[in-house]
């Protein structure tokens, strides 16, 4: 069984910053392939950003694009979102998601991923 722990969120103001975290467990010994994802109420969940489990290959929304990062830590299967420039519209609820696997592919699919965190709360203030 895998286990996903995010932490982070809070309440920013526009225009400010937050980094989210995602620590992957329960699985020794595996590569994770990871992303995260965010579900504003009322909207179907959509994807954010995702990075490779081998090589350096991200994805982005096109809506985060140059303002988000997604990067991995130096501890094994731990991810982190850097959100910048944070919009009124970023305010969601952010998922971590997992995949495990060598791959150089960064995964865009919500159903590329079986393992889910419980979400952690993001909200930009105007």
């Known amino acids: 069984q895998v286990q996903l722990v995010e932490s982070g969120g809070g309440l920013v103001q526009t225009g400010g910053s937050l980094r989210l975290s995602c620590a992957a467990s329960?699985?020794?010994?595996?590569?994770?392939?990871m992303g995260w994802f965010r579900q504003a109420p009322g909207k179907e969940r959509e994807f954010v950003a995702a990075?490779?489990?081998?090589?350096?290959?991200?994805d982005y929304a096109d809506s985060v694009s140059g303002r988000f990062t997604i990067s991995r830590g130096t501890a094994e299967n731990t991810v982190y979102l850097q959100m910048n420039s944070l919009k009124p519209e970023d305010t969601a609820v952010y998922y971590c998601?997992?995949?495990?696997?060598?791959?150089?592919?960064?995964?865009?699919?919500?159903?590329?991923?079986?393992?889910w965190g419980q979400g952690t709360q993001v909200t930009v203030s105007s």
């Open positions: 329960g699985r020794t010994f595996s590569r994770f392939g």
């Open positions: 998601a997992a995949r495990i696997g060598t791959s150089r592919v960064a995964y865009r699919g919500r159903d590329d991923y079986p393992y």
């Open positions: 990075i490779a489990s081998a090589g350096s290959s991200t």
